[in-house]
T-cell receptor, first 109, second 116 residues
């Protein structure tokens, strides 16, 4: 079966760095997405990785290892507004997105 | 970036009535749109894939006659919840993909449906 695993909840301190991991087992692979979702709102796109390596975009970076079925989202210089759920999603061989349950990130002052 | 607009953002209706939710791609053509349902503290559940000019493809367990999807043009897809019941209360989200199958997926703002 297809499966996306990510931690349910994480807590970090304002100004610090946090890494949210995602492991996956899917039928084929056509890229991995990270989305941010604030409570009561729709998800917003953060990153897309299809090749191995690190993609940096401002305070956010995303890493992919296809051989390990593993990705992480790295958030630097955390701000209170970064408190949200972070969703990992993998596009399978049929170009359908398989979603993880999301990681709720709590930022403390 | 591409924008997907969803309307209405909130709707409250009586049990037994039907509710229509619109999803529009504002600055790109979307041959495929996706409809999701999200329960509190849970991930997105894909309900159906809406294809322009053809019938929608529903996921297993989703009632086709209850959740009617129409994709009449390259920029508009609609979801109609027919004979709504309280258990249909949820957050419904649409998305559309820009630049073909491997492009970025853009989400609408979501529609919160409350059935009394």
């Amino acid at each position: 079966g297809q499966n996306i695993d990510q931690p349910t909840e994480m807590t970090a301190t304002e100004g610090a760095i946090v890494q949210i991991n995602c492991t996956y087992q899917t039928s084929g692979f056509n890229g991995l997405f990270w989305y941010q979702q604030h409570a009561g709102e729709a998800p917003t796109f953060l990153s897309y990785n299809v090749l191995d390596g690190l993609e940096e975009k401002g305070r956010f970076s995303s890493f992919l290892s296809r051989s390990k079925g593993y990705s992480y989202l790295l958030l630097k210089e955390l701000q209170m507004k970064d408190s949200a759920s972070y969703l990992c999603a993998v596009m399978d061989s049929n170009y359908q997105l398989i979603w993880g349950a999301g990681t709720k990130l709590i930022i403390k002052p | 970036g591409a924008v997907v607009s969803q309307h209405p953002s909130r709707v409250i209706c009586k049990s037994g009535t039907s509710v229509k939710i619109e999803c529009r791609s504002l600055d790109f053509q979307a041959t495929t749109m996706f409809w999701y349902r999200q329960f509190p503290k849970k991930s997105l559940m894909l309900m159906a894939t809406s294809n322009e000019g053809s019938k929608a493809t529903y996921e297993q367990g989703v009632e086709k006659d209850k959740f009617l999807i129409n994709h009449a043009s390259l920029t508009l897809s609609t979801l109609t919840v027919t004979s709504a019941h309280p258990e249909d209360s949820s957050f419904y989200i649409c998305s559309a993909r820009d630049h073909g199958d491997t492009g970025e997926l853009f989400f609408g703002e979501g529609s919160r449906l409350t059935v009394l």
